[in-house]
C-alpha cells in the first residue's frame, strides 16, 4: 500500500491494493442509476445513459469508479430498472464502460449485490414504492419472513438451498465481472439489503445456523466472499461495503461486530472495508453532518490491519485531504457529491497543488 510522499497532498499519492494500483484517493462510490431497462431481452442491460455517466466521472479525474449495485440475478435487483450481471447480453455492455475508463487512467470497478427483503421498489424519483406482479415486481425473499416496513410485500424466507444457490450467483457474477474487464470487485453487505440482513438481528430472526450468534449471522457473508475470491483473480483486489451500524438503540448490527468482522474479513481475503452505515430500518434517528460516518472507518482502521474507505457527506477537498492526513481512512468515496459536480477531483486537486490526469483533447485547459 502506497504512502503519500512527502510534500504532496494524500488525496492524490497512488494507493495499491494487490497488482492494482489506484492513482488518486478520490474514489465514486457506487449508486443506482435506476435506468436500465426492466424486462425483455435488455433487462439489466447498460444502455447510453450508463456510459456517458461513467466516462463523465472518468474524465473528471477519479481515480476509482464503483459501478452501481448491479444484481447478481434478476430477483436480486432494488428495482427493476437496474443493472445485472447474470448474462452474457449484460457483460457486453458493460465491457464498453470499462474499456473507456481504463482508458482514461482510471480502475473500474463493480458492487455486485442482492437487494432482499428491499428488492422490486419504483425508482427513488418516483417515490421507492413496493411494485406488484403487474408492475414488472415480484416477491422478494430474506432471511426470514419479515418485511422491510409498513406496505412492504412479506419476503420469502430463504431455505438454506436457496442461501446457497444465491451464494453460487455471488459466484458467477464475479467471473462474468473479470469477463467485461473490471479490476476490483465489491460486495454489497450494506444498506439492509440481503447480506445486511443476514448480518443484523432486527432482520435476522432464523434459529438455524444462518441466524442467531454473531458467528451464525456472518456465515452468509463469508460464504460469500470465499465463494467471490475462489474465482476471482488473486492479484485483483476485493472490496466489501459495510454499514458499520443501524442506528437501532437496540436489536441492531453494531460497531463492535463490525471491527470483529472486518477482521474475519480480512482473513477470508477481502482487501479493503467500504465504511457506510443505515438503511436496515426506516424511520431510525440518524445524526447526518458532514462526515458524520468517517468516525466508523475510523475505528476500524485503528483496530484492525484492514484498508478502509470513508464515505458520507465529504464535499470539500480540504475536508477530505484532513481524513486522510489524520489516518482515519486510506481513501476518499464520494457518491452525491460526484452528481453534482463530476469533476470534482480536478478542483480538488487545483486547490491542494496537487496534478490529476488530464485526457490528450483538454490539453489547452492545461
Excluded at 440481503?194 to 450468534?213: A, C, Q, V, W
Excluded at 476500524?300 to 490491519?305: L, P
Excluded at 480538488?348 to 485526457?359: Q, S
Aim: aromatic letters at 8%.
Amino acid at each position: 500500500m502506497s504512502a503519500a510522499p512527502a510534500g504532496f497532498a494524500a488525496l492524490f499519492a497512488p494507493y495499491t491494493l494487490r497488482s492494482v494500483t489506484v492513482p488518486n484517493r478520490v474514489w465514486m462510490a457506487a449508486m443506482c442509476q435506476y435506468s436500465a431497462e426492466a424486462v425483455g431481452p435488455d433487462a439489466g442491460v447498460a444502455q447510453d445513459w450508463h456510459f456517458a455517466h461513467y466516462a463523465a466521472r472518468a474524465v473528471g479525474g477519479a481515480g476509482l469508479i464503483i459501478q452501481e449495485a448491479t444484481a447478481v440475478s434478476p430477483e436480486g435487483r432494488i428495482s427493476p430498472y437496474d443493472l445485472g450481471i447474470w448474462n452474457d447480453t449484460q457483460v457486453e455492455a458493460l465491457r464498453r464502460i470499462t474499456s473507456f475508463v481504463k482508458a482514461q487512467g482510471v480502475v473500474p470497478g463493480i458492487q455486485i449485490a442482492h437487494a432482499g427483503r428491499k428488492a422490486s421498489t419504483d425508482r427513488t424519483w418516483t417515490g421507492g414504492a413496493p411494485l406488484g406482479p403487474g408492475e414488472h415486481g415480484w416477491q422478494p425473499v430474506a432471511p426470514s419472513a419479515v418485511p422491510f416496513a409498513e406496505g412492504h410485500p412479506l419476503p420469502h424466507e430463504l431455505t438454506v438451498d436457496e442461501i446457497h444457490a444465491i451464494t453460487a450467483r455471488f459466484a458467477a457474477a464475479t467471473e462474468r465481472a473479470l469477463t467485461a474487464g473490471y479490476e476490483v470487485v465489491e460486495i454489497h453487505g450494506a444498506h439492509g439489503y440481503l447480506i445486511g440482513e443476514f448480518l443484523s438481528p432486527h432482520s435476522n430472526k432464523r434459529t438455524d445456523e444462518y441466524g442467531g450468534s454473531f458467528e451464525n449471522r456472518t456465515r452468509f457473508a463469508l460464504e460469500v466472499v470465499d465463494a467471490v475470491r475462489a474465482v476471482w483473480p488473486r492479484e485483483l483486489p476485493l472490496f466489501f461495503r459495510i454499514s458499520a451500524t443501524d442506528w437501532l438503540e437496540e436489536d441492531g448490527w453494531t460497531g463492535d461486530e463490525t471491527v470483529r468482522l472486518a477482521r474475519l474479513l480480512q482473513e477470508h481475503g477481502v482487501d479493503l472495508l467500504d465504511v457506510s452505515t443505515g438503511g436496515l430500518a426506516p424511520g431510525v434517528k440518524i445524526p447526518v453532518g458532514p462526515g458524520y460516518q468517517v468516525p466508523f472507518a475510523a475505528r476500524v482502521k485503528a483496530e484492525t490491519s484492514l484498508p478502509v474507505a470513508a464515505v458520507g457527506l465529504i464535499t470539500e477537498p480540504e475536508q477530505a485531504e484532513k481524513i486522510l492526513a489524520n489516518g482515519e481512512a486510506d481513501a476518499v468515496l464520494l457518491g452525491r457529491e460526484l452528481l453534482r459536480e463530476p469533476y470534482w477531483a480536478r478542483r480538488a486537486a487545483a486547490e491542494l497543488g496537487a496534478e490529476v490526469r488530464t485526457p490528450a483533447p483538454y490539453h489547452r485547459s492545461w
